[in-house]
């Protein structure tokens, strides 16, 4: 029984004290972004690399999201229950939920999973040691570029997302019970309300930041050798996977109820 309550507290003296390092690192990044017009260049290229090249993969996973909703949304459309009204369930199901979070596991396993093999590999190379004796902080120079871009680049991607997802709903659902264009419309128009595009929104920014602190977090605390590249990019999509749920819950209960 001892051995239990050691192990239980030698794990969590573990988990606090890496959140704590976390913390601090997730901090000093947001603090060099005073530093932003130096590393301006870095930072296109960040947004290009995790946003225009992110479209692709995007478009194909929104599509099909979008298609078996329509499907789901189509076939609850029986009985007395008018089929206009598909449009504003849809609308509301993915501007407040399903958009964020296919777009947060999406980016989660391109994004964290990229960053963390890339500062993995640069840290087991002693890249990062050589950047620090040139006198260049590496929070700087890798870890901010990344997250400004990303507060940017995610939430410009969810807004796509959420278009396709949409256009591809509605196509589902005219296949599967006649809806028209217009009944398409109507509803979307009867159900939405501004906040539920303002939370779809801060919830791309959070995610955004989360996404990049996971994969920069990890992969500075890379472990020497190949594996610990690989073992360093798992964790980084395991956390940042798992914070997009958790933080999917709080900022929508916080926001539901200011």
């Known amino acids: 029984m001892d051995n239990v309550f050691v192990e239980i507290g030698s794990t969590a003296d573990t988990f606090f004290t890496e959140v704590g390092r976390a913390g601090i690192m997730a901090f000093k990044a947001f603090a060099a972004m005073r530093k932003v017009r130096s590393y301006t260049t870095q930072i296109v290229e960040q947004f290009i690399h995790i946003g225009r090249k992110s479209l692709p993969l995007i478009f194909v996973t929104s599509t099909f999201v979008g298609l078996a909703i329509g499907v789901q949304v189509g076939f609850q459309m029986t009985g007395f229950t008018p089929h206009w009204m598909a449009g504003g369930m849809i609308l509301r199901t993915i501007l407040i939920d399903l958009g964020p979070i296919t777009i947060g596991l999406v980016l989660s396993g391109r994004i964290s999973a990229g960053v963390a093999a890339e500062l993995g590999t640069m840290k087991v190379t002693e890249q990062v040691e050589a950047l620090r004796s040139f006198g260049i902080d590496p929070i700087d120079y890798l870890i901010m570029p990344r997250l400004v ?75 020497r050798g190949a594996k610990g590249v690989g073992t360093a990019a798992t964790q980084a999509v395991v956390w940042a996977s798992v914070s997009v749920f958790i933080l999917d819950y709080l900022i929508s209960a916080i926001l539901f109820y200011i």
Request: glycine share 8%; charged share 5%.
């Open 149 to 223: 871009a990303a507060m940017f680049a995610v939430p410009a991607l969810l807004v796509y997302s959420n278009f396709t997802a949409m256009i591809a709903s509605y196509f589902s659902c005219h296949m599967t019970i006649n809806l028209t264009w217009n009944e398409f419309v109507q509803g979307m128009r009867y159900s939405f309300y501004a906040g539920d595009l303002d939370t779809s929104l801060i919830k791309g920014f959070v995610f955004g930041i989360v996404i990049v602190l996971s994969g920069s977090f990890f992969g500075l605390n890379s472990q």
